[in-house]
């Protein structure tokens, strides 16, 4: 993996996170780091002369760092809904000797600070979170606010330029560079008739009278996803007393179906998106409130923060990306702390797309592996943990 960042003030060593990803080609920053690296500096050189101090800077989905690390003479918030982009940028600054004092990390559903001097924006490739982040940026931006953003030039549309005409003020963007391009903003009075979206969305559950709750930045934010479908029909038994968790558990929709079926077992939804997990935790507050005391929600990178042999069974619809990379090495790390978290018997059962071959990698993890459903597109599979 490439390490070195050379950016236009110095260089860094930066890395993805976690470490040790199998994907070498994988870098922890693109050209859109670059670009936005390049004006802020030049911001923030024209705003120090101006006003004789530093800027306050807002990072907006700085994915390991990259923004942070390389503007770190400024204070700083940052803003990520992925808990693995907040631990990635302190270990980033830290391998840099940079401090953390200058910096604050906030969750996406945190109130945004207010009147950032400068806001660097990496654009989400998802347009709901992209609508939600220029609605909160909307209420503590002014007019005096620089406002920068980029992205490939390919996610630059005519429709996201309007985001940003609509929510904020008008923006121009740049030539392509790098095949990224660079989207200058200024604040101003939100055009008439420029309603507001409502966050979070909600759905109603085919076949059910639940309605689920989809924070802007969640998987299957408007309709159930088609793996989710499939292990509903095949959810297991739990027995009373068990502990069961949802791994990656999105909008809570594994474990709503459950709660459903059987009483008396405690659930633990985790996932490493703020936003998922507060989606998870409303779907089941609005859904089952009586529910809600035997269940517990967190945000965790895979299930670091759970003990050895504490769980009865794992449900799970794996990730396979992560941020635009497409990649196993987290459904791999997800099995691997399943197997370390279940107790002896404890089952893990996933869904999960039948070209992905995860019946070979539960097969060498665990030493078994049933099939127990198969559709033309999913395999929901199960592995009990036996030594
Ligand atoms: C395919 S979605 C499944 C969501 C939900 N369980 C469902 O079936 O609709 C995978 C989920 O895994 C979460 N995820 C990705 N990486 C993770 C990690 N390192 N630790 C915990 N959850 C993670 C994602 O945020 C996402 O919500």
Request: proline share 5%; with cysteine; aromatic share 6%.
């Amino acid at each position: 993996m490439n390490t070195t960042f050379v950016h236009s003030q110095g260089s860094l060593q930066l890395h993805r996170w976690p470490l040790n990803q199998p994907n070498n080609s994988l870098q922890a920053w693109d050209a859109a780091d670059e670009l936005l690296i390049l004006h802020a500096q030049e911001a923030i050189s024209q705003f120090t002369l101006q006003h004789q101090r530093q800027p306050t800077l807002l990072l907006i989905n700085d994915s390991f760092g990259a923004l942070s690390s390389a503007l770190s003479g400024c204070t700083q918030f940052q803003i990520n809904d992925s808990v693995l982009a907040a631990k990635g940028t302190l270990y980033n600054r830290q391998q840099n000797n940079i401090a953390d004092s200058g910096l604050q990390q906030l969750s996406s559903l945190a109130p945004y600070p207010a009147q950032p001097d400068i806001v660097l924006l990496k654009l989400p490739n998802n347009h709901s979170y992209l609508q939600y982040i220029l609605q909160q940026l909307a209420r503590v931006v002014t007019p005096q606010s620089i406002i920068l953003a980029s992205a490939k030039a390919k996610d630059i549309s005519r429709n996201v330029l309007a985001m940003f005409d609509n929510t904020l003020g008008p923006a121009t963007a740049s030539l392509t560079v790098k095949k990224c391009r660079l989207i200058e903003c200024s604040f101003s009075a939100p055009l008439p008739g420029a309603a507001a979206v409502e966050f979070p969305l909600a759905w109603p559950l085919e076949q059910t009278e639940f309605t689920v709750i989809n924070h802007a930045n969640v998987f299957s934010r408007e309709k159930l996803d088609q793996g989710a479908r499939f292990f509903l029909q095949h959810l297991p038994e739990i027995k009373s007393a068990q502990r069961v968790i949802d791994l990656g558990c999105g909008n809570g929709v594994l474990g709503l179906a459950l709660l459903t079926q059987h009483n008396d077992f405690q659930l633990l939804c985790c996932d490493e998106s703020y936003m998922a997990a507060d989606s998870a935790q409303q779907t089941i507050a609005n859904n089952l409130p009586d529910k809600l005391a035997q269940c517990e929600f967190i945000v965790d990178d895979c299930l670091s923060q759970q003990a050895d042999k504490s769980a009865d069974v794992v449900l799970c619809n794996p990730p396979f990306h992560q941020q635009h990379a497409v990649t196993g090495h987290i459904a791999n790390q997800m099995f691997t702390d399943a197997k370390r978290v279940l107790k002896q018997g404890g089952r893990l059962r996933i869904v999960a797309n039948r070209h992905l071959g995860y019946a070979d990698v539960l097969k060498r993890l665990f030493g078994n592996c049933h099939q127990l459903a198969a559709d033309p597109k999913f395999v929901i599979l199960e592995a009990i943990k036996r030594s």
